[in-house]
């Protein structure tokens, strides 16, 4: 699988970005998921949606502010980020894993099989 993300931009606090990430190849994904790394940071999970059913999940600092969709025909996913606050200043990942375990979207980078290359999104005060 492969994984081509896009959208990351200079944004004020309080504006809008939509993040995509277009998927492509022949393996079966369980779930795409979006991460982010800010300097000196961990790495996050920030959203994730399971492909087939459209499930969602958010971590709690994106809540009602993000918001996870997926395109079928286009094979993609978006992250809409709306009211963005400096702290949301990071490079986002794309990240996909296969059916394996539990159902459920997972939230730990291990936990991923393939990830796409990152795109800077900077909010400023």
């Known amino acids: 699988v492969q994984l081509q993300a896009s959208g990351g931009g200079l944004v004020q606090a309080g504006g809008s970005l939509r993040l995509s990430c277009a998927a492509s190849?022949?393996?079966?994904?369980?779930?795409l998921a979006w991460f982010r790394q800010a300097p000196g940071k961990e790495r996050e999970f920030v959203a994730g949606?399971?492909?087939?059913?459209?499930?969602?999940y958010y971590a709690d600092s994106v809540k009602g502010r993000f918001t996870i969709s997926r395109d079928n025909a286009k094979n993609t996913v978006y992250l809409q980020m709306n009211s963005l606050k400096p702290e949301d200043t990071a490079v986002y990942y794309c990240?996909?894993?296969?059916?394996?375990?539990?159902?459920?979207?997972?939230?730990?980078?291990?936990?991923?099989?393939?990830w796409g290359q990152g795109t800077q999104v900077t909010v400023s005060s």
């Open positions: 949606i399971t492909w087939s059913s459209r499930s969602t």
């Open positions: 990240a996909a894993d296969r059916p394996k375990g539990p159902i459920g979207i997972r939230t730990m980078t291990s936990e991923y099989d393939w």
């Open positions: 190849g022949r393996t079966f994904i369980y779930a």
